[in-house]
């Protein structure tokens, strides 16, 4: 223990013991002198009950100069109330034993000093002390009758209640004195302590005094206010100054209240019944208002820290999205000028056969990176809550197909055989996501091409008709390698499919992961049934119900000729010149401006059929200079401007409708899309 902290205990301890000593010497002096029965037997008695206390609170050296200081004033205070030197030596023996057992009784249940914190420790302490009482009450009752004639029965009695009421009241009192928490609990002003304790006072006084005609009861109400106003400490003190009163007074045979009709024995009796049921109603009811009032400092203690951690994850989250965002926007730059620069390449008639097939390679390895960017944005998407799904008619029995399609060259690329097995009695269609579906299938397709080397895959669809919906079961089933049991709940964990499977990844080790939270999404569930070496099936079941198929869209009309003026916007040369010569393939007269500065330079002078805006630019980005050229007059300030930018994060795009723009084309720009919303957005040329 540090210095400061034993020094601070030791004064504790010191205190502690003086005022024990003080207590024991008021509490000898008023038993004896104050509330002596006719047998010689104090009504209340709780220098013992201080004792005990002082034994479990103390350090072993302080507890033998208790000790020493208990028997001292015990067989004073005997002696000055007349009895012999051998009544006053075994009074002081046995009581001195009863605190004795009391310790051992309270080391040997709690190991330390009792607390009397609940209604628990409330109910266990008087439980421990009334037998050692009674046994205490039986070795004097028989000690007395046996060498001095004192009737058995009369004695064990008056010495039992005598023993009882003192640990019953005033060990839990003490202890509840001694203890720092409820001292700490209720930090009201001395000045409303004093109050409290002087409306107890006198209304005990009140209701206890010969000429006054108040009904004991009335005590009740105002010690339980103080108890609730005081906690346990207020109940404590309040059944005190109630016994210190009362005793006296009905000892003195003046107060007709409490049975004195019946005789001084009687109201004895009735007042010990009185001070035990109201310190125990008193202590009872401030011990639940302050159960009460720690669990409510608990709730707002824990409600501090549950916004705390709110608060983390927040900015948890934030940073996440912020990482992801910067390493989308830095990973798709260069690729864009890959992808860009490959499919150049590849519309050029110089090529040879062998150069040809290194281009489309690049153009592949390319677009499998690019893959494995979108697989971690689209995790990003689905931790965040941010997957929104479209529901429309749907018909699972084409769409199974039609994805079948899109891998059967791949399937039989690597000489594996590919089945198409469909149970569907509707031949409807129903509300479903189309592409958050095809994007389940196609991962699961993958990863059956990947991990199979020989044999075939199967994809199955079963529909089961139901009443309110339909039950569609999904199934891709391979012969490749597949998993044990103890490594199956590893497979739709992040990172982790490949692992289970024994292989190094391909990809970003997301795609099952994606798969089940899609799945979820939609309202179903995923699982795998699955023997090494014996192949697997990936299955996933959803329920969804019947609609009428949506009604035919109108034919596409042709492609007109690409005429007109575009303004291409990068502050990357390299992503300039690939834009700039995209759209003049396509039969565009195409501009160019580095920077947003030259942009709005530009647009003010010239009434662009459209506007390519990269976002990220030095000294002023493309939002700033879209809402420039918004503010331009018309004609100049009409022209649509397309975002075309590696920000493709969600809250991105926003915030390019937020500043004017018309749409969003993420890099790397892919060109049958760019075209497709170039001839979306692009103004007709006058005339």
Known sequence: MPHGLAQHEGKRQAALLQGLSVALLCGFFFSEQLTRTPLGVAAFWPSNALLAAGLVALTPRLRLTLVAVFVIFHIASNLLARDGVVESLLYTAIDTLEALAVWWACVRLWGRAPRVRTMRALVILPAVTTPIAA??????????????????????????????????????AALVLIDAQHRRAYRIPLREQGVLLFAVAAVTLLCAHPRSGAPP??????????AYRLGARGATMASMIVALITLPIAMSGASPRFNAILGLTAQIRTIQVFIAVLFYTCMAASLALTQQDRLRRLLQRRELLTRA?????????QAKTEFLATMSHEIRTP????????QLLAKRDDLSPDARRQVNMIDSAGAALLAV??????????????????????????L???????????????????????VDPTQGHHALDADRLRQVLINLLNNAVRFTNQGRISARLTIEPGVAADRLRFEIVDTGVGIG?????LLFQRASADIALGRMPAGAGLGLAICRALVAAMGGKIGVDSAPERGSCFWFELSA??????ASPPPAPAREAAVGRVLVVDDHPINLEIAATLMSMAGYEVDQAESGSQAIARARKTAYDLILMDMHMPEMDGLQATQAIRALPPPFGTAPIIAMSADALPSQVERCYAAGMVDHIPKPVQREALYAKVDRWRRKPAG
């Open 545 to 550: 119900r019947r609609v009428e198929p949506a």
């Open 135 to 172: 046994t205490s009450a039986l070795l004097c009752a028989s000690t007395l009758s046996l060498f001095f004639g004192e009737p058995f029965l009369r004695t064990w009695v008056d010495w039992f209640l005598r023993g009882a009421l003192g640990l019953a009241v005033v060990l839990p």
């Open 485 to 489: 049991l103890e490594k199956q709940a």
């Open 373 to 398: 960017l979108d697989d971690v944005l689209d995790f990003s998407r689905v931790e965040s809550g941010q997957i929104e799904l479209q529901l429309q008619p749907t018909s699972a029995a084409d």
């Open 309 to 317: 951690a709110r608060a983390r994850a927040l900015a948890a989250t």
């Open 335 to 342: 690729l864009n000028s890959v992808l860009g620069f490959a």
């Open 217 to 226: 009861f009335l005590i009740f109400p105002v010690a339980l206010f103080a």
């Open 400 to 422: 199974v197909r039609h994805t079948v399609a899109i891998m059967a060259p791949e399937v039989r690329a690597k000489g594996l055989d590919l089945d198409l097995d469909i």
